[in-house]
């Protein structure tokens, strides 16, 4: 049993003085009286291998009393007699209380996507997190991922393909191996347990969106001038179609992009599902919607505004909504007219990669992708202005926001 040397009244009448002092308590206690006024208590040790002296601070006083820093001593002499380490045992006992609650999977996937918010959009973020919220989370959120192993994460998917949602499995399982890729990176595991889990399922077939082909134009453009849609809405249509983009990205354009000097649409990258900024050739067609639709939401942030909160955008779901009460339900869809532009384009044999740069469509190479902005902007402009005038001819007459002719 130590031989105990200090007493409360010791403890208590200890003052600082001009260097940092240590009162001895017996076999590795020890109590230091820092300059500044702290008190703190100290186990001092040889480590049972190295024999190297360790300090391992135990905590200040009063808040560690005197009789707990001297059970926390004798538990650490107990470690340091069975050849443990009493500061690595404790550090490897914080770890797992950490990985119990911290290093859960819904946690781990938090923070990745906080790192993501420079590299993909806002709604993909919101996207990510939703499906696994879904079809994750509810079984598997609080496991640690350290603890996560693909039986149990298979067992949770095939739940998921036995509804027949395939698509939904193999993004479910690219984005958890994201998350346990992020978790090697970080040190909170060694290994990704998860790598290879997509070939326990069916591989989905591959559906293309519908779209309309380019025949169907003058069909789509008469239902749409004879629809009755809110005007908002009705710009927005035309705004999508002429401008080739994402119906996020067309639903959510504001006015700060608009460079009216240049005629240029520059959509942060922010906003870009491949996380590149975008800049897009306006024609005629498409500042005659933004003249348009001024009066309107001019003074407002966002060019297409909600009827709910006009200080927010439409929602990206606002033309499919349109298209189906068109009639357009199983035809098209909003992302659908990308792919009308992208076949119409192809057939009049523009160049391949001018039509892919102004879908936005990039390659891995970073350099050439940069280059091929800046080379193509006036090709663009030419066949942007090429398609806003195929629209207006497709019109044959119908009424649009954007008709410019006489």
Same mark, same amino acid.
């Given at each position: 049993?130590? #031989?105990?040397k ?8 200890a003052? +600082? ?22 008190? %703190? ?6 480590? +049972? ?6 300090n391992?601070g ?28 009493? #500061? ?13 609650t ?6 781990? @996937? ?25 079809h ?5 959120? $609080? ?7 693909? +039986? @149990? ?9 036995? %509804?027949?949602?395939?698509e !939904? ?6 984005? *958890? ?26 591989? /989905? @077939?591959?559906?293309?969106? +519908?779209?309309?082909?380019? !025949? ?5 453009? #008469? !239902? ?6 809110h ?26 992009? *608009? ?8 959509? /942060? ?6 996380? #590149?900024?975008?800049? *897009?050739?306006?024609t ?5 919607i933004?003249?348009?639709?001024? /009066? ?5 942030p966002?060019?297409? /505004?909600? $009827? ?9 779901? @606002? *033309? ?9 339900k ?44 800046a ?23 119908y ?8």
């Amino acid at each position: 049993m130590a #031989k105990y040397k200090l007493t409360d009244k010791a403890l208590k009448s200890a003052k +600082p003085n001009d260097k940092d002092y240590v009162l001895t308590d017996g076999e590795g206690l020890q109590f230091r009286v820092r300059t500044n006024g702290s008190l %703190q208590w100290n186990f001092n040790y040889r480590h +049972p291998f190295t024999k190297k002296r360790i300090n391992m601070g135990l905590g200040t006083y009063p808040t560690i009393s005197l009789k707990a820093a001297r059970e926390m001593a004798d538990e650490a002499r107990t470690l340091v007699a069975k050849r443990i380490d009493p #500061k690595e045992h404790r550090e490897e006992h914080r770890r797992m209380v950490l990985e119990q609650t911290e290093h859960t999977l819904e946690k781990v @996937t938090d923070n990745w996507l906080a790192t993501q918010q420079s590299t993909i959009t806002a709604d993909h973020i919101k996207d990510i997190r939703r499906s696994l919220e879904l079809h994750i989370f509810d079984d598997l959120g $609080d496991v640690p991922v350290t603890k996560l192993k693909a +039986p @149990t994460v298979i067992t949770t998917l095939k739940r998921v393909e036995q %509804q027949g949602k395939l698509e !939904t499995v193999k993004r479910l399982c690219q984005r *958890i191996n994201k998350v346990m890729t992020y978790a090697v990176n970080c040190g909170l595991v060694e290994t990704n347990n998860l790598a290879g889990i997509n070939a326990a399922f069916i591989s /989905p @077939t591959k559906e293309n969106l +519908p779209a309309l082909a380019p !025949t169907e134009l003058p069909e789509l453009l #008469k !239902t749409a001038s004879n629809a009755n849609m809110h005007k908002v809405t009705r710009a927005l249509f035309e705004w999508q179609l002429h401008t080739m983009t994402r119906p996020a990205e067309a639903a959510e354009a504001s006015w700060a992009e *608009i460079d009216f000097e240049k005629q240029l649409w520059i959509i /942060p990258k922010e906003r870009m599902k491949n996380g #590149k900024e975008h800049i *897009i050739p306006l024609t005629e067609h498409a500042l005659a919607i933004l003249e348009a639709i001024k /009066p309107i939401s001019g003074h407002r942030p966002f060019i297409f /505004p909600s $009827d709910r909160d006009p200080k927010k955008p439409r929602n990206s779901q @606002t *033309i499919n909504a349109a298209l189906k009460r068109m009639g357009f339900k199983g035809r098209t869809v909003g992302h659908g007219l990308r792919s009308l532009a992208s076949t119409t384009l192809n057939e009049e044999e523009f160049d391949s990669d001018i039509i892919e740069a102004a879908l936005s469509h990039t390659g891995k190479d970073e350099v050439r992708n940069a280059y091929n902005r800046a080379k193509y902007l006036k090709r663009r402009r030419k066949m942007m202005n090429w398609w806003s005038k195929h629209i207006e001819k497709a019109a044959s007459g119908y009424m649009l926001i954007s008709k410019i002719s006489n």
